[in-house]
Structure formats: C-alpha cells, structure tokens
C-alpha cells in the first residue's frame, strides 16, 4: 500500500452506525470489513494514535490446515491432526466447541484474504504443530505489519471510517438489558454513539501491570513483547456489564525476546522454524527448539542465566526476513566461522563448535538423537556467516479473557448471552487453553473477526 492510511478525528463520529468495533488490530479490521461488506454501517474506534495494536508486534505467519497453498508446497496436512496438536498443546483446557470452529474455518480465512488480494503463499513451521501450517507473504515479510497495510488498504477502499485517539470509556445498556452504544472519549470531547451491536476487539491484557498483577504476580517483573496499549481495557468494558472472564491466570511468556536495551525486541518463531538453534551461556543445546512456549521458556528460564542465544547461519537468514531488522537495530552478534562466533559471545570456540557440528548431523540423517526434535530442519547451519541473539521470557500473550460462544457472543456468569455485545481475538478465553501456538493467534483474529462480523450481521438483522 502506497500511501499511509489516515483516520478519522472522534469530531467527524456519527451518532449512530449498525455496529461499532472497539479495537484496530486484525480482529477488528477483518471484522469491520466483513460486516460493511454483509451490508452494516461499521465504525472502528482505536484509542491508540497507531492503528493495528499487537498484530503489527505478529511476526511468524498465520496457520491454517488443509489449505491450496500447503499443496503448492507439497504439505498434504489434515484439520484432525491441527486440532489434536492444539488441543495437547493448550494442555487439554481449550474450548472444545472454540478450537473446532477455529481449525475448520483457517483454510478459508486464507481464501478469503486471498480475495481481497492479501496473499499468504509462503509457509513455514511453529513449535508444537507437526506440520508447515504457518502461512505468511512470499517476501517472508513478517506478518503483522503486513496483514494491518493490507487490511486498511481494503479498508481505504470500502470506504470503512476508523477512528484513532478515541478511547471507549463506557458500554451503553437499553432497559431491557442489551448493549446499544458506547461512550467514546478524545481529550476533552465525550461522545455518545448509538449502534445495534458491538464488537471488543481491543486486544490482550499483557501490557496490564494491574491485570497481571491481579492474575499472575509471579510475572509482575517480566517485561512484555506488547505495544503499550494492551491494558484489557475491554476486560473492564466487560466486566462492568457483567460480563465473565475465564482462565485469566492463562499468560504466556514468550521464550526468544531480547531484552537488553529499553526496547523490547520478540524473535519470531520463524527464525528457529527454519532452522536456528537455542544454546546456553556455555554454547550448549538444552532442549528441542520447537517444543511448545511453555516447555522452552521454563527450559530458558531454568538455566543459570536465565536466558540463551540463538544461533543461526545466513541460510537461515535469507529465510527469515525479519532478522534484517533485528540486525539494523544492533542485537544480532556476527562471526566469519562458527569459532569465531564464540569468541564474540565470549564461549569456548570448541564447545560451539561441537554442537553445531552434532546439530548438523542430526539435520543430515533427520535424527536429533539429543532433544528429539523433528521440525524446522531443512537445513543445518553451515553457511558463512555465522550469527547470534541473546534472549530471554518476556510476558508475550494472555490466553485467558472474556467468556464467549463460538459464535463471539459474551457471556455472564450464569452462561447467559449478553445481547448485543460480541468479543473476539486475545480479548476473548478460551481457544487456546495453558499456551497459545505460535500463528495461531493471527488465524484467530481473521477466523473470529470474520466470525463476529457475520454475527452481528444476523443480530442486526434480527432487531424489530
């Protein structure tokens, strides 16, 4: 998209609309796109001045099975499988009824960005899943960033209006109990808007002191991988109208997050999914690379020092996009040979050393005798030059959140449906019990953005 898309000011916010989504991220622009697209009078509301949330952060892919491009690629893959995979690696506590819409609806959110000219034709792998199911641009650009430009480019072109400095402070509520409105504050200016329905796509609660505080205090000193306004200010939305949350001890702690300097910096998974290695302080492997998060993080954090290096070769490199940007604001530690590499990182040359050759091997005979892992290795790390980054855990995503159906409905404390009020993305339990996959949260803001546009849609058009 060549130009930057400009928002709207909360002054030039109508009255009414048929639906206004809470958040900018790709839960909400999918959302909006499907519902104006079915036909409703659609305002997205962002209290950020950036538009695109944590989803501009999502660096790996989207996953999805049994998809056209996986058979471009030769991955024969089932949606069976994709669901057994989630639902062990969520620790058997996802939503049943949520991770089958999800699985059986990721083939055709990849059809449907593919109609709206957003293709994803590369693919790749993340821990826990068996299979190439992580789909991303052929550039291999990271996702994120691709997929918010590319939405508010057919948003630019349907016309949607999206609203930024616009902060939602307040749920409306007819008296027969049904939310009808919000109450949307910008500086000075308080605004009340009238809709049939609305949609929280407003993101996680990982950048929440309080809300962590309140759930996990065991993380209260992590640092985080999310943009600073992942506060769960839709938690609050809706909890004030009695809406209720589930699993919000749930929070995952990403394992490959530099965080040496002020900024913090999450290394995608796709950078071990082609191919790179985890080593300790000593320059040796520790654990299988593309275990769940969970597994890896308790691994990393076990170590004397807390964290771990990834090692990688220009190889690897040239299949992971991002690492360009990782090098250009300095964490990526250089070296001609693997020898020389461990100088730099202040390791025994011949401990390095060692271990990339057995790692090579283990890639050669696909057998990796030591750790068991079996994916992410189409290649070995073998050609110059030679590369690291220095990670640890950081507060990453929180699984845990607002009660729904599979059809985005919220839900109070007594399994009722509260009408009018639709939730979908982090902002919602649920789908990925104890530890999210990596790509699958990006499929679940396309899968249940779309969802909750098509359900409002009904909703609407049910209303006397």
Known sequence: MAEKFQPLS??????????????????????????????????????????????????SGMNAAETNVQLQHGV????ADFYHETYKDGGRLNDKDMLGYFVYHTAPAIDWLADHDIKLDDITVTGGMSKKRTHRPASMAPIGGFLVQSLLGVVAKENIPVFNNAKVTKLLRATDGRINGVEVQSGDLTKTVHAKAVILATGGFGASKEYIER?????????????????????????????ELMQMNLVQVH???????????????????????????????????????????????ALPEHSAYLIFDQGIRDRAKAIEFYD????????????????????????????????????ESHD???????????????????????????????????????????????????????AAGEVAGGLHGNNRVGGNSIAETIVFGRQAGQQVTLYARNLK
């Open 76 to 79: 024969i893959d089932n949606v």
């Open 368 to 422: 990796d005798t030591e750790f068991h892992r079996t994916t992410g290795m189409d290649r070995g790390i073998t050609k110059p030059g030679f590369f690291a980054i220095h990670i640890a855990p950081a507060i990453h995503y929180t699984m845990g959140g607002i009660h729904i159906t599979p059809k985005t409905q919220v839900l109070d404390g007594n399994g009722d449906i509260i009408k009018g009020l639709f």
């Open 10 to 59: 909360v002054s030039k916010l109508g009255d009414n609309y048929d639906v206004v989504i809470i958040g900018s991220g790709g839960t909400g622009l999918a959302a909006a796109i499907q519902a104006n697209e079915l036909g409703m009078k659609v305002a997205v509301v962002e209290k950020e001045e950036e538009l695109g949330g944590n989803t501009n952060r999502a660096s």
């Open 255 to 301: 394992p490959t997050v530099q965080q040496d300097n002020p900024h913090v910096y999450l290394i995608g998974e796709a950078v071990r999914g082609e191919g790179a290695i985890l080593v300790n302080a000593r320059g040796e492997r520790f654990i299988n690379e593309l275990n769940t998060r969970k597994i890896v993080s308790n691994a990393i954090t």
């Open 328 to 363: 250009k604001v300095g964490l990526v530690v250089h070296g001609d040979t693997i020898e020389d590499l461990a100088k730099n990182l202040k390791m025994d040359p011949a401990t390095l050393k060692a271990t990339v050759d057995t790692w090579n091997q283990a890639v």
């Open 215 to 243: 759930f996990r205090p065991d993380l209260k000193d992590y640092k985080t991988t999310n943009q600073p306004g992942a506060t769960g200010d839709g938690l609050k939305l809706a909890e004030n109208v009695g809406a």
